[in-house]
């Protein structure tokens, strides 16, 4: 990794979008204080990486990429024998309540090796939690889980947004990333973007609004080429695809205005780029520039 | 705190070693065979050879230096001699036992938590490498020094069984006992430490048993000079091997930790 300086705030949930070999793990694990950069520094929650390691453990949670559970001893066991690590803590009681939060009470003294993917994963999360950390990192936390079980893990971490909890999240999947994170870092061996899904949208497409119309005839179109607030127009179809100077006032008038021309609008939307488009458009310059 | 986490890294270390079967069964096995192989041996030698072996010149040695350390063999019979010669080797030979448990348990232990991942996870926690490494250390030496002293125990038995109780006295001496409750415990925690160390460094358990290899020599030549005459080992001797294996201990665990690369782990072993 390669001079990336970011700061996240307390209760915010930060995505880490990058191809593989990015630095996304290893920046989670500097930032984990689990492996030391070469040069620099973070502070998270109040420690450095370089120096607190210790103080640094005890209020961050990691979720590592592959569950890392010892097969041959229970849930229960599993989460006792990790929480027993942390001084401020009262073991038994956080164990069952994280195996409740997570679903997992019912197989509490189930050995792990019998447990399902989807399960190891929820008690990796658990252990991840049951010392309640200040700051979580997840590493890929539904790679390698069907459809199901990751909606499942997505909901959990949902959960702890909505609790306030400061979560960085490496993934590969960009509707994840959309739906979980507040703002999303995209890296590749430095940070190449920082923002919300939202503004990365904004900075790399213009806003486009989409009139969804019954029909669409020469005199509206005619129209609405003659707008002064109109920047761009195009049809689709039935629908108006257009760039507005500023799109959320000059929306009524737009309707007005093909309504007065025999429009029959059936609906306005705003054209939503997928950030799957933003992340390719990001990468893809980052390749040229390098080459 | 580190009591805590030590006393937890034991208990989890025990569980996983008496729910495997194969290390379940070495434990109860090595002792056995170690045991079983030395009553074998020192019975072949009292039939077979008698007093006559007692002529050669290294057990005339021998003989002399015990003699020397209790002087009522002298009063014995010559093979009754050869035998308290012979069975006096017994307390170095058990220190076998560890080393051979330690040799199989200790360097699975890291080596297996590194592929399985769990390794990473640990290392995201509080706990400190001494901690772990010496959790781990004695969460093997303490059930293989158990088993040496039960083995100690049975095999005073099958002598009484064989008709040589009434040598026992000249076999279990302060020597006996120093060497089961210090020689023993220092010689099985540098046995487990050094499996340990190896584990954390090695990228398989094969290449981790090497290291192990090292402590079965010097306890090997332990017997080979005692035996031979060369030096008899008095209790004071014993005392200060002792110390110089507890103190090689303590170093021991502090390169282990020096040695022991987290950030390597975590970054190769994925």
């Not at chain 1, 899904?197 to 005839?217: G, K, T």
């Not at chain 2, 004071?236 to 294996?245: N, P, T």
């Amino acid at each position: 990794m390669d001079d990336v300086t970011l700061a996240v705030e307390s209760g915010e949930v930060l995505g880490f979008l990058g191809p593989n070999g990015a630095g996304k793990t290893t920046t989670i694990r500097m930032l984990a204080g689990m492996i030391a950069p070469t040069k620099g520094y973070a502070i998270v929650a109040g420690h450095r990486t370089d120096r607190d390691i210790e103080q640094l453990h005890e209020v961050v949670g990691m979720l590592t990429q592959t569950p890392g559970l010892y097969d041959r001893l229970s849930a229960r066991r599993n989460l006792e024998y990790f929480a027993s690590f942390y001084p401020s803590i009262e073991p038994q009681s956080q164990v069952a309540k994280y195996l409740k939060i997570m679903g997992l009470w019912e197989r509490r003294d189930s050995k792990v090796g019998t447990l399902s993917k989807g399960m190891k994963q929820r008690l990796a999360l658990a252990r991840a939690l049951v010392h309640e950390p200040k700051v979580l990192f997840l590493d890929e936390p539904t790679a390698g889980l069907d459809p199901e079980a990751a909606g499942e893990v997505r909901r959990l971490i949902r959960t702890l947004r909505e609790e306030g909890r400061t979560i960085f999240l490496s993934t590969h999947n960009l509707s994840e990333a959309e739906v979980v994170c507040s703002r999303i870092a995209v890296i590749h061996t430095r940070l190449l973007a920082l923002d919300t899904p939202e503004q990365l949208r904004r900075r790399f497409f213009r806003r486009q609004i989409i009139v969804q119309l019954e029909a669409l005839d020469a005199q509206v179109m005619e129209i609405v080429k003659r707008l002064p607030f109109v920047q761009d127009v195009r049809e689709e179809g039935s629908q108006l695809i257009l760039e507005l100077t500023d799109s959320e006032r000059n929306r009524p008038e737009l309707v007005k205005a093909i309504v007065e021309a025999g429009g029959r609008v059936i609906g306005v939307s705003e054209k939503q780029y997928p950030l799957e488009d933003v992340y390719l458009k990001l990468i893809r310059e980052e390749g040229q520039n390098e080459s | 705190m580190s009591r805590r986490r030590i006393r937890s890294i034991l208990l989890k270390e025990w569980t996983l070693l008496f729910t495997d079967l194969n290390s379940a069964f070495l434990i109860t096995l090595v002792p056995f065979l170690i045991v079983g192989q030395g009553i074998l041996y020192i019975w072949l030698a009292a039939k077979f050879a008698g007093g006559s072996m007692l002529t050669t010149q290294v057990f005339q040695t021998a003989l002399q230096k015990l003699v020397v350390a209790i002087p009522g063999v002298a009063q014995l019979p010559a093979n009754e001699q050869l035998l308290v010669l012979l069975l006096s080797q017994f307390n170095f030979f058990l220190l076998l036992i560890p080393t051979m448990i330690a040799i199989s348990v200790a360097t699975f232990s890291i080596v297996e938590e590194k592929l399985s991942g769990s390794l990473e996870a640990l290392l995201a926690t509080p706990v400190k490498t001494w901690e772990l490494l010496l959790g781990k250390a004695l969460a093997g030496a303490i059930p293989a020094l158990v088993v040496t002293w039960l083995s100690a125990g049975v095999f005073l038995v099958v002598v009484s069984e064989l008709g040589w109780g009434h040598l026992t006295g000249f076999v279990v001496t302060a020597g006996w006992f120093l060497t089961l409750f210090l020689l023993t415990p220092a010689v099985a925690v540098l046995s487990f430490m050094l499996g340990v160390t190896g584990s954390s460094r090695a990228k398989d358990a094969r290449s981790a048993q090497n290291t192990v290899l090292v402590i079965i020599l010097p306890v090997l030549a332990l017997i080979g000079i005692q035996i031979t005459g060369i030096i008899w080992f008095t209790p004071s001797l014993i005392l200060v091997l002792a110390l110089v294996i507890g103190i090689a201990d303590f170093i021991t665990l502090r390169t282990a930790v020096r040695l022991f690369r987290r950030e390597s782990i975590v970054v190769q072993w994925r």
